[in-house]
């Protein structure tokens, strides 16, 4: 009978460590699983903003896209014939320098060379950088407000072409003042004069287009 009783009093000793070691595996267990739920919300919310940025910049760029095609067409309405045909002479011109500038490099490299002519052929060459400055700043002093406004670094950009232009000009009569020419400089300034024509190109180019003067 001693036994029994003994039996019985140890077994309900032991039911309230089996009752608090069970509550203690649920809460461990609700516990990680609101950590999961926690990590779970944690990554969609960071999805969320990686999309909402992603689309925040094609917004943007839409935006800007929307904006210069509006600036464009404004930009042509506003271009008149009267200038496409200033452009057209400035460029005529232009191609004029080059091609004499090409022409002045063969002359000087010649080998029957005659200062006297050299001479003549850059008397010929300044008279057409001056007319492709001069149809350049005519075109330039008939733009709108708005238009110099669209086109002001590219036609700085032509405009310090132009001084070296004026500079490669000067070196070389310069050099056909002297009594012996050394045709060797006189060469490289002829070359680096149509370097810089190549340059002024590209520029007169790319304002045409800013302005939309080309046909």
């Known amino acids: 009978m001693k036994y029994k009783l003994l039996l019985v009093m ?3 000793s032991l039911v309230p460590v089996a009752l608090a070691q069970g509550r203690g595996g649920q809460g461990g267990g609700a516990a990680a699983g609101q950590g999961r739920a926690g990590q779970g919300a944690g990554s969609a919310a960071g999805q969320q ?6 689309s925040g910049t094609r917004d943007q760029d839409r935006i800007r896209d929307q904006d210069r095609i509006r600036d464009q067409d404004r930009l042509s309405a506003l271009a008149t014939d009267q200038q496409r045909d200033q452009f ?3 460029t005529q011109s232009g191609d004029q320098v080059r091609n004499h500038a090409r022409e002045m490099q063969q002359l000087a490299k010649g080998s029957g060379f005659d200062p006297a002519q050299a001479q003549l052929s850059h008397n010929q060459l300044q008279e057409q950088v001056r007319t492709m400055q001069q149809e350049h700043t005519r075109l330039m002093d008939g733009l709108t407000s708005e238009q110099r406004a669209a086109v002001q670094n590219r036609s ?9 232009v004026n500079t490669r000009l000067q070196a070389m009569n310069a050099e056909l ?6 045709q060797k400089r006189l060469a490289d300034h002829a070359r680096q004069m149509e370097r810089a024509m190549n340059q002024w190109h590209e520029q007169n180019r790319l ?3 800013d302005l939309n003067l080309e046909r």
Not at 49 to 54: E, H, I, P, R, S
Not at 177 to 182: K, S
């Open 10 to 12: 140890i077994l309900l």
């Open 49 to 54: 903003g990686q999309f909402g940025t992603t």
């Open 88 to 90: 057209r002479v400035a």
């Open 156 to 164: 700085r950009s032509i405009n310090q072409i132009q001084e070296r």
């Open 177 to 182: 003042n002297q009594q012996n020419p050394n």
């Open 207 to 209: 304002l045409a287009s």
